[in-house]
C-alpha cells in the first residue's frame, strides 16, 4: 500500500499535466486505505497522538488516582493562612496507600486479570505525581517528624499502615489479599539493619539519619496490624509463640524472591537478610525451638520447612551474584 502511494506521489510530481479529479479522488482513497491499515496495526490505547487509555480492569484504580490527585491539588492551593491538618489528608493518603498496595516491581497487578493490562505508564505516572504532591502537602502542615533522608520510608509506612486499616472491616478477608502489602514490608525490613534504619547520604556512604525510634514504632505497628489481619484468615499454622519467627522468616524469604528477580545483586543486598536469618538460627535449637517454660509449641514443622526454604533461596541468591 505505502509503495502504491509512493508511485501515486511521484507520477503527479514528474507529469503534473496528467494529474486528474480521478486521479486526486485515487490518491485520496490510497491513503485513507493505509490510514486505516495503521490504525488497525497499532493498539486502541497507542493510535495517534491521543493520551494513553487504560485497560478496563485498571480502571477503578485511575479513577482512585483522580480523586486523590484532585484532591492534593485543592489542598496545595488553598490559601497559605489557613489552618490545615494532617488529618485532612486522610482521604488522599489512604487512597495512595491502597493503589501502593497493587503496584509491585514495575507493574500494576490486579486479581484474577492474566497478564500486564495495559495503561501501566499513565498509572506509574499519576501515582508518582500523587506521592510528589502529598510530600508537599505534608511539609506544609509539618507531619513529618524524621529527617529527610528517612521520609521516603515514613511516607512508605504510613501508606501500607493506611492500606491495612481499609482492610479491617473486609469480609472473608483471605490471605493472599495481604499479600502484596506483605511484599512492601519486606521491602522496608530489607532497611532495617542492625536496630536502626540506614539512608543514603551525599556522597552514597550510608549514614544514620535522626527519626529511628519514630520509624521502628511504626514499623512494629505496621507489623502488629498486619498480624492481626492474618489471624482472622487460614494463613497461621502454628502456634501463636511462633508467630514472631514465623514472620520473620517470612518476610526474609519474600525479599530474596524479590532479589531472585533482579540483575545486579550486591553484597550489601544480602548482609543485613543473612544476618537476621543467622538470628532465626539462633532460635532454632536440636531441630526445634523451645519455650522456657520447657514447652515444645505447636507448628514447629512448618517453621523448619520455611527455615530450610529460606536458606535454600539465600544460597541460590548467592550462587546467582557470584555466577
Not at 56 to 79: C, H, S, T
Not at 230 to 249: G, M, P
Request: with cysteine; proline share 4%.
Amino acid at each position: 500500500m505505502l509503495s502504491f502511494v509512493f508511485l501515486v506521489l511521484s507520477t503527479a510530481y514528474l507529469h503534473p499535466s496528467q494529474t486528474t479529479m480521478p486521479f486526486v479522488d485515487t490518491l485520496r482513497h490510497a491513503l485513507e486505505q493505509l490510514r486505516a491499515k495503521f490504525k488497525a496495526d497499532v493498539p486502541p490505547h497507542k493510535v495517534g497522538d491521543e493520551e494513553l487509555t487504560v485497560d478496563p480492569a485498571l480502571q477503578g484504580v485511575e479513577k482512585e488516582l483522580r480523586i486523590a490527585l484532585d484532591e492534593l491539588k485543592a489542598f496545595k492551593n488553598e490559601d497559605v493562612n489557613k489552618s490545615l491538618h494532617a488529618k485532612d489528608l486522610r482521604e488522599p493518603r489512604e487512597i495512595l496507600g491502597h493503589v501502593d498496595s497493587l503496584y509491585h516491581e514495575g507493574k500494576f497487578c490486579v486479581e484474577g486479570v492474566k497478564g500486564i493490562p495495559h495503561g501501566q505508564a499513565k498509572l506509574a505516572d499519576m501515582l508518582a505525581e500523587g506521592h510528589e504532591l502529598l510530600h508537599e502537602c505534608l511539609e506544609r502542615v509539618d507531619f513529618y517528624t524524621v529527617s529527610e533522608p528517612l521520609r521516603p520510608l515514613q511516607n512508605k509506612l504510613d501508606n501500607v499502615q493506611h492500606a491495612l486499616e481499609s482492610l479491617q472491616d473486609k469480609e472473608d478477608l483471605h490471605p493472599r489479599d495481604l499479600l502484596p502489602l506483605r511484599r512492601k514490608l519486606a521491602e522496608i525490613d530489607a532497611h532495617y539493619h542492625e536496630g536502626r534504619f540506614e539512608s543514603a547520604g551525599r556522597e552514597g556512604e550510608h549514614v544514620i539519619a535522626e527519626g529511628q525510634a519514630v520509624l521502628a514504632a511504626l514499623l512494629n505497628k505496621a507489623h502488629e496490624t498486619l498480624r492481626a489481619l492474618l489471624l482472622k484468615t487460614d494463613y497461621y499454622k502454628v502456634d501463636q509463640e511462633l508467630f514472631s519467627i514465623h514472620d520473620r522468616l517470612e518476610s526474609i524469604k519474600m525479599r530474596l524472591e524479590g532479589l531472585m528477580r533482579h540483575e545486579n545483586v550486591t553484597e550489601k543486598d544480602l548482609s543485613s537478610l543473612r544476618e537476621r536469618l543467622q538470628h532465626c538460627d539462633a532460635e532454632w535449637k536440636e531441630g526445634k525451638i523451645e519455650l522456657e517454660s520447657g514447652d515444645v509449641p505447636a507448628g514447629q514443622a512448618v517453621v523448619s520447612r520455611l527455615l530450610y526454604e529460606t536458606h535454600n533461596l539465600m544460597a541460590s541468591v548467592q550462587n546467582r551474584m557470584q555466577g
